[in-house]
């Protein structure tokens, strides 16, 4: 298992890479051209929660043979019993531009998201059961361009977020405790998800906190509709907590663009307003920890025979921006990286181990309340 997650991983990276170079020799202009749709969006039916009421709508559901979410790096293991059961959606892994939306049964788009589950889910088995639909995600070019389509694009991705979560709600435990995460195109549906499902109603109190990592949250254009305040202590429970990771020097200008032209949940122009900024190794916002307080970031041998935990190597720091900075570029994935230093891909596995923690200590913090 472990071969092939770090067989995975290095393709993954080298589309990382490619994208990266390409950017930086031609520009955005090329990126469009070469994964922007050109097809006109395709207005498929939706996916009901009867739908997945099946196993095979589930990248990851406690009793699914071969589960990639109880994956774990040597060190490490899954709770046999979790307390908790949790929702994760999962990034863009489909790239290709023939359609806006990824077909449920595309190998390959399937085959990178079980990468991703086990680069960033696995770090809640000790403390949840995770499931992790499939779902027809919007392709990655839906995120260069501002046509119609894409925005319909995520409208159809998110009808399948929502069933499966609904369906979800339906096959676990009455009263269990929930933990909530995404990251990227997931951490974006999620935020949908907490506004029409969570916001003002009685399951929030079941949140044991939502982890909407890798898309900017306005603390003021976004969060006050999200139904879920910020997380702002290591033991808080029911709230949210988001970051997006950078090496110094930072250029963030591709996403505070983006963002600045924007409107929030609310209704409000999220231009100028700050963004919710957790250290994920101290729980906490606006924090500064060194790399000695990193319990561990979840990273590939040399050889790519095994998956290692490496403790003490990154600091982090929130600036005053809202971005999370992890000091000069690591060695060991330092070349692994998209534009401005942006370690957007490595969001969870840079801090698996404190993510891991954190997740069990707001659980226990949940339990004890």
Same mark, same amino acid.
């Given at each position: 298992?472990?071969?092939?997650?770090?067989?995975?991983?290095?393709?993954?990276?080298?589309?990382? #890479?490619?994208?990266?170079?390409?950017?930086?020799?031609?520009?955005?202009?090329?990126?469009?051209?070469?994964?922007?749709? @050109?097809?006109?969006?395709?207005?498929?039916?939706? !996916?009901?929660?009867?739908? =997945?009421?099946?196993?095979?709508?589930?990248?990851?559901?406690?009793?699914?043979? $071969?589960?990639?979410?109880?994956?774990?790096?040597?060190?490490?293991?899954?709770?046999?019993?979790?307390?908790?059961?949790?929702?994760?959606?999962?990034?863009?892994?489909?790239?290709? &531009?023939?359609?806006?939306?990824?077909?449920?049964?595309? &190998?390959?788009?399937?085959?990178?998201?079980?990468?991703?589950?086990? $680069?960033?889910?696995?770090?809640? %088995?000790?403390?949840?059961?995770?499931?992790?639909? &499939? =779902?027809?995600?919007?392709?990655?070019? *839906?995120?260069?361009?501002?046509?119609?389509?894409?925005?319909?694009?995520?409208?159809? *991705?998110?009808?399948?977020?929502?069933?499966?979560?609904?369906?979800?709600?339906?096959?676990?435990?009455?009263?269990?405790?929930?933990?909530?995460? $995404?990251?990227?195109?997931?951490?974006?549906?999620?935020?949908?998800?907490?506004?029409?499902? !969570?916001?003002?109603?009685?399951?929030?109190?079941? #949140?044991?906190?939502?982890?909407?990592?890798?898309?900017?949250?306005?603390?003021?254009?976004?969060?006050?509709?999200? $139904?879920?305040?910020?997380?702002?202590?290591?033991?808080?429970?029911?709230?949210?907590?988001?970051?997006? @990771?950078?090496?110094?020097?930072?250029?963030?200008?591709?996403?505070?663009?983006?963002?600045?032209? @924007?409107?929030?949940?609310?209704?409000?122009?999220?231009?100028?307003?700050?963004?919710?900024?957790? %250290?994920?190794?101290?729980?906490?916002?606006?924090?500064?920890?060194?790399?000695?307080?990193?319990?561990?970031?979840?990273?590939? @041998?040399?050889?790519?025979?095994?998956?290692? #935990? !490496?403790?003490?190597?990154?600091?982090?720091?929130?600036?005053?921006?809202?971005?999370?900075?992890?000091?000069?570029?690591?060695?060991?994935?330092?070349?692994?990286?998209?534009?401005? %230093?942006?370690?957007? !891909?490595?969001?969870?596995?840079?801090?698996?181990?404190?993510? &891991?923690?954190?997740?069990?200590?707001?659980?226990?913090?949940?339990?004890?309340?």
């Amino acid at each position: 298992m472990a071969r092939k997650f770090l067989y995975a991983f290095a393709i993954l990276i080298f589309l990382v #890479i490619a994208a990266a170079l390409t950017f930086r020799l031609y520009g955005d202009q090329l990126m469009r051209i070469a994964l922007v749709p @050109s097809s006109a969006f395709q207005a498929l039916p939706g !996916v009901d929660a009867r739908g =997945y009421a099946r196993a095979e709508m589930w990248l990851a559901r406690p009793d699914k043979p $071969g589960n990639p979410a109880l994956w774990t790096p040597p060190g490490y293991k899954p709770a046999a019993k979790p307390r908790a059961a949790m929702f994760y959606i999962h990034p863009t892994s489909y790239l290709e &531009r023939a359609r806006w939306n990824a077909p449920l049964d595309d &190998r390959i788009a399937n085959d990178r998201a079980a990468l991703f589950l086990r $680069g960033q889910a696995t770090a809640f %088995n000790d403390s949840a059961a995770i499931w992790a639909p &499939r =779902y027809r995600q919007a392709t990655f070019g *839906a995120f260069l361009t501002g046509k119609q389509e894409a925005q319909q694009a995520l409208n159809l *991705a998110y009808g399948d977020v929502l069933s499966a979560f609904d369906a979800f709600l339906t096959q676990i435990g009455p009263d269990q405790p929930i933990i909530l995460a $995404g990251h990227s195109q997931g951490a974006l549906h999620l935020m949908r998800l907490l506004r029409e499902r !969570v916001a003002g109603k009685q399951l929030a109190k079941r #949140i044991v906190a939502a982890w909407v990592v890798g898309w900017p949250v306005s603390r003021t254009a976004d969060l006050p509709a999200l $139904g879920l305040p910020e997380c702002k202590t290591a033991y808080e429970t029911g709230c949210i907590l988001s970051w997006e @990771s950078f090496a110094e020097p930072a250029d963030p200008a591709l996403i505070v663009d983006s963002y600045n032209a @924007s409107t929030g949940l609310t209704g409000k122009a999220r231009k100028g307003t700050a963004m919710i900024c957790t %250290n994920p190794i101290t729980g906490t916002p606006d924090a500064t920890a060194p790399a000695s307080d990193n319990l561990g970031t979840l990273v590939p @041998s040399q050889d790519m025979a095994t998956a290692t #935990i !490496v403790a003490g190597g990154l600091p982090a720091r929130c600036d005053d921006r809202g971005f999370l900075l992890i000091g000069p570029p690591p060695e060991k994935i330092g070349k692994y990286v998209l534009p401005g %230093n942006n370690y957007h !891909v490595f969001d969870y596995s840079l801090f698996w181990a404190n993510v &891991r923690a954190d997740a069990a200590r707001r659980l226990a913090a949940f339990d004890a309340r």
